[in-house]
DNA sequence: TCTTGTCGTATTGTTGAACGATCCCCACAC
DNA sequence: GTGTGGGGATCGTTCAACAATACGACAAGA
């Protein structure tokens, strides 16, 4: 019995031994975040052979890990590209948040709002020193402390990936700062909403502010060129 | 330009290539649905290589592409079993159902409700020929349909994916007459009043039917001695 | 009796090379 | 300009091999 609690108790410290591939997956996602790998461009597998030192097997196994995140868009026999988001997917994914990111405020039985409110303070913190992607991660944080109320592993996990793409989106915008600025004081406001309780005015301010950041995207997109690859 | 247009009207009836992975993958997902493999049976590389007709590799790729839809269970350097959903993954699948169906089908702008009644109406003709497993497949395509209310691709992906999870679930039941039979009228009931546009009434009857659909379930996991893993 | 250490075997993880299949590009004929 | 091959590059798949790991059995010790 006593190893049976030991092992209950370090279930959460003991991390899975990770494959080969998902650690070339890593690398893979850290490049395409980054923007060291360009949405469209296409991925090559022998020229990634060499600096990942890894085999073809494995490699092609990291982009199947990727192609499952939509970060790569696999073409049978035509090989793999860096994902591209256009304004339909901006489109869906905002539909996909407002669908999910409401009711879950809405719904939330959480008391624990302090990695809601600490997502907040970093973004603030770091407008102020100007690290813009530090404010996007800390926003992105944000939405997913949202999701997190529901308390729901699955929900958790699709947040996880919609977060994912529109990052791969954010990409396409122009200036992070005019962008991420604007949201700031909105993730502020809502966040001291929900931990005094106030839900019902923090779930229409964070509805409008979905809103407004869907226009204000998809309407970037539209005017780069990027409404939808057919159009 | 007319390529254009040509390749937009065929572009719903040309399937896409599959590969010999996904292929495998389908018959593996067919055997794992008809309950020929059990959950938490041990799906051995060696024995599927020659029913399959594969390499090893090809083989492992299937299971890869399983894994991801959560029908096997990939663990390292042991091999991939058969998933095993227990009351807790009931319970958090309840949770998704419930905070996806419901606004889904409360902020529905669609009219065309013709694939939620028609998948009502042959749960029912298959009812009366005692054919359950096609109820209990009718059922789900009827939840299906709530969720494409919204609109929305990625949403539709995620719903297909718990549905994969909660038929995994239905082999843990015991008889699939009585936990099928009781909801068909349900259904039945909801259809009919979001058809008449009466949404309001619509949401509260699925959220009952939801919250009785994972009592009974969960009731039945605990019973049978399948509450969670380390309890 | 229970725990712990050791070892052999079976299975998985990864590699590298090979071959057929498919796509893309380009020269060529009409 | 349009259609038709061909060649090269890349992908899909297979195969064989070796390394790494887990599992079961068995023995030694408390």
Redesign the pocket.
Known sequence: MRAGRLGERLAGLVQP?R???ELAAASLREAIMLGELLPGERV???DLLRPL??????L??AFRLLAHEKLLE?Q?????FVRTVDANDVEDLFRVRRLIEVPALANSTTEDWSTMTEAVQTGLTAATRGEWTEVGTANIRFHQAIVAAAGSRRLDELMCQLTAELRLAFHGMGDPRTFHESYLHRNNEIATLTANGDLARATTLLTTYLDDAEREMTTAFRAAGRGCPQA
Chains 1, 2 share one sequence.
């Open positions: 031994q494959s080969a591939a090559a597998e022998e030192g890894i085999s073809r097997n494995t092609r196994e696999h049978f026999n035509r090989g793999v």
